[in-house]
């Protein structure tokens, strides 16, 4: 199993930048599919975006293709979630979470991953 653990988070304003970093601790001796998830109050958690265990392919939601980039740094154990051109919708608690399954195809449904972090929270005001 693999431990992982969210940071970054924090409070922004509309129009602002923030990088989210999730790091992988335990049995981390191959690199996992990775992805990033968020539920905002009152929500179910849904999809941000997705990176494969190489970090070659990656896969956003719509809702945030174009200001979202998922990147990944293996020697560290580390994926990054670097957020621009936030909006107040953007709110929610970010969750980052690792597969059992290495692919080199990103995987976006939440029953594919089987580790899950504790939650960064980003609050956007308008």
């Known amino acids: 199993q693999v431990q992982l653990r969210e940071s970054g988070g924090g409070l922004a304003q509309a129009g602002d930048s923030l990088r989210l970093s999730c790091v992988a601790s335990?049995?981390?001796?191959?690199?996992?599919?990775m992805g990033w998830f968020r539920q905002a109050p009152g929500k179910e958690r849904e999809f941000v975006g997705a990176?494969?265990?190489?970090?070659?392919?990656?896969y956003y939601a719509d809702s945030v293709l174009g200001r979202f980039t998922i990147s990944r740094d293996n020697a560290k154990n580390t994926v990054y979630l670097q957020m621009n051109s936030l909006k107040p919708e953007d709110t929610a608690v970010y969750y980052c979470?690792?597969?059992?399954?290495?692919?080199?195809?990103?995987?976006?449904?939440?029953?594919?991953?089987?580790?899950w972090g504790q939650g960064t929270q980003v609050t956007v005001s308008s």
């Open positions: 979470a690792a597969a059992r399954i290495p692919s080199a195809t990103p995987y976006q449904y939440a029953t594919q991953y089987a580790s």
């Open positions: 335990g049995r981390t001796g191959s690199p996992y599919n």
């Open positions: 990176i494969s265990w190489s970090g070659l392919n990656s």
